[in-house]
């Protein structure tokens, strides 16, 4: 095991126990809110990337906040706010409330992620860094898996998604009593705290970070695409003898494999990128990316064999996912001065917002077109892979010419 600090550990161990819960509704929520609550896939999508809308606020009191009182506060907010959208979404029955619950939630994840990130890279150092955001990563992918597997179980028992946001919910207030006794705050002592306003203006005439925020919008863009497009597409365009798309135990099972295969590969995948640099590890995960849409078409277009295409494009994403997430908080957190630490991260969460604002709408707007569009759609991703490389390449430059 590698030598990192407690608290990041601790810290992991909170995560994984907050990702069960959040892997109970993750992937079957586009599921429910179509085939049981009765609304439209675009409507879907829109609701699910408003949240986006309520990310950009959370992330920015978040990076500012965390950075000026603290990471603690900021984290224990984000937890309560998470808990209050999992108990609207568990009384959802209609569009108005889904998009209430979609922008509590987003308010939550933007609350959460820059103070959380921060944390980690207060306590850590150089490489060290980037094996400490794996580890993390691979908690979250744990307890995801965790959660996948029980509430497909809990589906196929009982039918009550109604029933998986609760749990998520209670998740969250587990995570809010660790936060409390158990995190201490890592907020560096001794420096003045930076202003609201002048931290952003400061992070964004760093021009490695503008092109890195470039990059990173399209990466979570295809990520945002596994969460909420795949279900709905296993779901309702793949061919089967006796049924249209794969049933939910079908899925449930598929995604339980994709997240074994995450968090199978974190750490090989970890030792064989530690040669590479941030930005050539993210062209490797590019690759990945391009691949697994690939293969996602074939799943849609062949007639035998849809189930092995499948896992294979969900174990390519699997791999493109081990190797951009912590590659790219390493980055951010190489590129942030130590002052700075919660706005950068803060802006790098933003990319996630805006990548959710744009890929679930889209998604669901191109599986209400016809089925050879819903085919394509996935080729199409793939063949923004080349701009996501040329990109890349122009920031390793600047983080060259920097050094």
Same mark, same amino acid.
């Given at each position: 095991?590698?030598?990192?600090?407690?608290?990041?550990? %601790?810290?992991?161990?909170?995560?994984?126990?907050?990702?069960?819960?959040?892997?109970?509704?993750?992937?079957?929520?586009?599921?429910?809110?179509?085939?049981?609550?009765?609304?439209?896939?675009?409507?879907?999508?829109?609701?699910?990337?408003?949240?986006?809308?309520?990310?950009?606020?959370?992330?920015?009191?978040?990076?500012?906040?965390?950075?000026?009182?603290?990471?603690?506060?900021?984290?224990?907010?984000? !937890?309560?706010?998470?808990?209050?959208?999992?108990?609207?979404?568990?009384?959802?029955?209609?569009?108005? !409330?889904?998009? %209430?619950?979609?922008?509590?939630?987003?308010?939550?994840?933007?609350?959460?992620?820059?103070?959380?990130?921060?944390?980690? *890279?207060?306590? !850590?150092?150089?490489?060290? +860094?980037?094996?400490?955001?794996?580890?993390?990563?691979? *908690?979250?992918?744990?307890?995801?898996?965790?959660?996948?597997?029980?509430?497909?179980?809990?589906?196929?028992?009982?039918?009550?998604?109604?029933?998986?946001?609760?749990?998520?919910?209670?998740?969250?207030?587990?995570?809010?009593?660790?936060?409390?006794? #158990?995190?201490?705050?890592?907020?560096?002592?001794?420096?003045?705290?930076?202003?609201?306003?002048?931290?952003?203006?400061?992070?964004?005439?760093?021009?490695?970070?503008?092109?890195?925020?470039? #990059?990173?919008?399209?990466?979570?863009?295809? %990520?945002?695409?596994?969460?909420?497009?795949?279900?709905?597409?296993?779901?309702?365009?793949?061919?089967?003898?006796?049924?249209?798309?794969?049933?939910?135990?079908?899925?449930?099972?598929?995604?339980?494999?994709?997240?074994?295969?995450?968090?199978?590969?974190?750490?090989?995948?970890?030792?064989?990128?530690? +040669?590479?640099?941030?930005?050539?590890?993210?062209?490797?995960?590019?690759?990945?990316?391009?691949?697994?849409?690939?293969?996602?078409?074939?799943?849609?277009?062949? #007639?035998?064999?849809?189930?092995?295409?499948?896992?294979?494009?969900?174990?390519?994403?699997?791999?493109?996912? #081990? *190797?951009?997430?912590?590659?790219?908080?390493?980055?951010?957190?190489?590129?942030?001065?130590?002052?700075? +630490?919660?706005?950068?991260?803060? %802006?790098?969460?933003?990319?996630?917002?805006?990548?959710?604002?744009?890929?679930?709408?889209?998604?669901?707007?191109?599986?209400?077109?016809?089925?050879?569009?819903?085919?394509?759609?996935?080729?199409g991703l793939a063949a923004t892979v080349p701009l996501v490389w040329a990109i890349l390449w122009?920031?390793?430059?600047?983080?060259?010419?920097?050094?």
């Open positions: 095991m590698p030598q990192l600090p407690r608290q990041v550990w %601790i810290l992991a161990l909170g995560r994984l126990l907050s990702e069960i819960g959040s892997g109970f509704t993750i992937f079957y929520a586009p599921i429910f809110f179509v085939q049981q609550v009765g609304l439209s896939a675009t409507s879907v999508g829109l609701a699910l990337g408003s949240a986006s809308i309520s990310g950009v606020a959370g992330r920015l009191i978040s990076g500012s906040y965390a950075d000026r009182w603290g990471r603690k506060p900021v984290l224990l907010l984000s !937890t309560l706010v998470g808990a209050i959208a999992c108990f609207i979404f568990a009384s959802t029955q209609d569009f108005s !409330t889904l998009v %209430i619950g979609c922008l509590v939630q987003g308010l939550g994840l933007g609350l959460y992620w820059p103070a959380n990130e921060a944390i980690v *890279a207060d306590l !850590t150092t150089g490489e060290e +860094r980037r094996i400490a955001y794996a580890f993390t990563r691979l *908690a979250d992918n744990i307890g995801m898996g965790v959660g996948i597997i029980a509430g497909g179980l809990l589906i196929s028992s009982t039918g009550g998604y109604r029933w998986l946001f609760i749990i998520d919910g209670i998740s969250f207030c587990v995570f809010f009593l660790t936060i409390i006794f #158990v995190i201490a705050e890592t907020l560096p002592q001794g420096k003045e705290p930076t202003k609201l306003v002048g931290g952003y203006i400061t992070a964004l005439r760093d021009r490695r970070l503008l092109v890195y925020v470039m #990059v990173n919008i399209i990466l979570t863009v295809y %990520i945002s695409q596994t969460q909420t497009t795949l279900p709905l597409y296993f779901s309702n365009f793949v061919a089967q003898a006796n049924a249209r798309g794969f049933n939910p135990q079908v899925i449930s099972t598929l995604f339980a494999w994709h997240l074994l295969m995450t968090v199978a590969c974190q750490i090989p995948i970890l030792k064989f990128l530690h +040669r590479f640099s941030h930005a050539r590890s993210l062209m490797i995960s590019g690759g990945f990316w391009a691949l697994g849409f690939a293969c996602i078409t074939l799943t849609g277009t062949v #007639v035998s064999y849809q189930l092995w295409w499948a896992s294979l494009g969900l174990g390519l994403f699997a791999l493109a996912i #081990v *190797a951009y997430t912590p590659t790219a908080s390493a980055l951010i957190a190489d590129l942030a001065p130590a002052t700075l +630490r919660g706005v950068y991260t803060s %802006i790098n969460s933003l990319c996630w917002a805006v990548g959710y604002a744009v890929g679930p709408p889209l998604g669901g707007w191109a599986l209400d077109q016809s089925p050879q569009f819903a085919h394509n759609f996935w080729l122009w920031l390793e430059r600047l983080v060259r010419r920097t050094n």
